[in-house]
């Protein structure tokens, strides 16, 4: 893709995309995001569960998205700050056999998804926002099944 230089006000009408690919799929057991990820949608395809570790939240306004393509079967997929300062802070929703809204919990910094209670089936879709310095807003809605739990927590030391 070629680099392209503005000088003057620029006007987009649907966003602009950056990074260095638009989609892309992950099936490694870890994934460390970058700011080049500003703007993909990155699919989470591992059966197994993948651990993804956020870059730390500083005001960029970047945007991460993540979509489960392959069920997770076996441990859980994560996603989650780079350190113990950086906060998430915003809403999921987790439909199984019902379905209900969780709210992150005071120092949230973790997103689990089981595969079950906690999402993490086929087309659980999350999407973080670096907003502030240490803050992340979250915008999940994750398809699981059983009864809904949150899949916010407190982990990252």
Do not use: C, H
């Not at 089981?114 to 398809?143: F, H, K, P, R, W």
């Amino acid at each position: 893709m070629a680099i392209t230089t503005f000088s003057g006000p620029v006007r987009s009408l649907a966003g602009f995309i950056t990074g260095t690919d638009v989609n892309s799929t992950v099936t490694a057991a870890t994934l460390t995001v970058t700011s080049d990820s500003n703007g993909q949608t990155i699919n989470l395809s591992r059966a197994a569960g993948i651990t993804v570790t956020l870059p730390a939240a500083t005001g960029t306004k970047a945007v991460y998205t993540f979509i489960v393509a392959t069920a997770v079967t076996s441990n859980n997929n994560v996603i989650q700050v780079a350190n113990a300062t950086d906060t998430m802070n915003g809403l999921a929703s987790v439909g199984g056999t019902t379905a209900s809204v969780f709210g992150t919990l005071p120092a949230s910094d973790t997103i689990t998804m089981n595969g079950t209670t906690t999402g993490g089936l086929v087309g659980s879709y999350v999407q973080v926002t670096d907003i502030a310095s240490g803050e992340y807003l979250v915008s999940a809605a994750l398809v699981g099944s059983g009864t809904p739990a949150t899949p916010f927590s407190a982990a990252v030391s």
